[in-house]
């Protein structure tokens, strides 16, 4: 069956620098939520999208923002990237809010 | 506060013994419950869930959960743990309507022991 996709896998970018994530849901999947696992710690909410909008915002930095497409893939921006932004960041998706979340393989970013 | 909590660490188990990893959950609500594995360098994979109905969850690779209300837990359980469990495992709680975001414990490793 065909899971979520994330690229690019692995990133390495230095401090200040930008960085986009991409996200392609499950097929049918109308819902994409963002996370960011630090090393060791569980992973935090960062936002989601339900049909193209904004549907829950968590702890994302003001630096970071992100948008849904019309074909529901979502990317996350990241700028003015810091050390402390280095993390493992997942994207998940699900058929509809609030159904279950299903998880890419995740990004793994680090900030030099 | 919505909020989940996982006491272990970490659970050491032989093969073939049963295993338990334990979570419990903040009262607010009518809280969706579910439990993901994580292996190294591997994304979050659905195990199981909790929404409403029978307290026993059944899900996949053998694992099930136990909703509990009166002592808020969801425990997840298998009877005869493998080798290839050994992982990071998380419970998670959503609290529906409008609030879609996944609250994750802070992780069990389970380690089991050949």
């Known amino acids: 069956a065909a899971g979520v996709i994330q690229s690019p896998r692995h990133l390495i970018k230095e401090k200040r620098e930008t960085a986009t994530l991409k996200c392609y849901p499950i097929?049918?999947?109308?819902?994409v939520y963002w996370y960011q696992q630090g090393p060791g710690q569980d992973p935090q909410f960062l936002i989601s999208f339900y049909e193209k909008m904004q549907s829950d915002k968590g702890s994302i930095p003001d630096r970071f923002s992100a948008q849904q497409f019309s074909d529901y893939h979502s990317e996350l921006n990241m700028s003015s990237l810091e050390l402390g932004d280095s993390a493992l960041y997942f994207c998940?998706?699900?058929?509809?809010?609030?159904?279950?979340?299903?998880f890419g393989p995740g990004t793994r970013l680090t900030v030099l | 506060a919505q909020s989940v909590a996982q006491p272990e660490d970490q659970v050491n188990v032989a093969e073939g013994n049963p295993l338990t990893v334990k979570c419990t959950y903040s009262v607010s609500g009518n809280p969706y419950l579910f439990w993901y594995v994580q292996y190294p360098n591997r994304g979050l994979q659905f195990l199981l869930k909790y929404i409403t109905g029978d307290n026993l969850v059944k899900g996949s690779y053998g694992f099930e959960a136990e909703f509990n209300k009166s002592q808020t837990s969801f425990h997840l359980k298998k009877p005869s743990a493998l080798v290839s469990d050994s992982a990071l495992y998380f419970c998670?709680?959503?609290?529906?309507?409008?609030?879609?975001?996944?609250?994750f414990g802070t992780g069990t490793l389970l380690a089991v022991q050949p």
């Open positions: 998670a709680v959503n609290y529906g309507g409008a609030t879609n975001k996944l609250i």
């Open positions: 097929p049918r999947h109308d819902t």
């Open positions: 998940a998706s699900s058929l509809g809010p609030g159904q279950t979340q299903y």
